[in-house]
């Protein structure tokens, strides 16, 4: 238990000197983003969580289809139980990338 004592006392620290990075800018001042709107951060983060979950899903897929290939090269008569369970992972697996694209394409497109 003492050895944790440190650590969570830094993360403490850390938590209490970040928290003015997150203070609302007054009325009136000029924003420190460099000239570049929020629009413009929501739309290059967009790309690279789109980017990350579609890298995320066709790696997912890959090992998937691997498994069941190696899964049925095994056991060819497991076929109907094999082929259910790819199928049914490729389209959980599919699902994140197109909830990613929907909370993206909310995000970008409605404004807040």
Do not use: H
């Amino acid at each position: 238990m003492r050895k944790y004592v440190p650590m969570i006392l830094a993360g403490l620290g850390a938590l209490l000197v970040a928290a003015p990075a997150w203070a609302q800018t007054p009325a009136g001042q000029a924003s420190t983003s460099g000239g570049m709107g929020v629009a413009t951060w929501v739309a290059i983060t967009s790309g690279f969580s789109m980017a990350i979950a579609s890298a995320g899903c066709g790696y997912a897929q890959g090992k998937a289809t691997a498994a069941a290939c190696e899964g049925l090269a095994r056991n060819p008569g497991a076929r109907p139980g094999i082929q259910f369970a790819l199928i049914l992972a490729l389209v959980l697996i599919e699902s994140m990338a197109l909830y990613t694209f929907a909370i993206i394409f909310a995000k970008v497109t409605i404004p807040s």
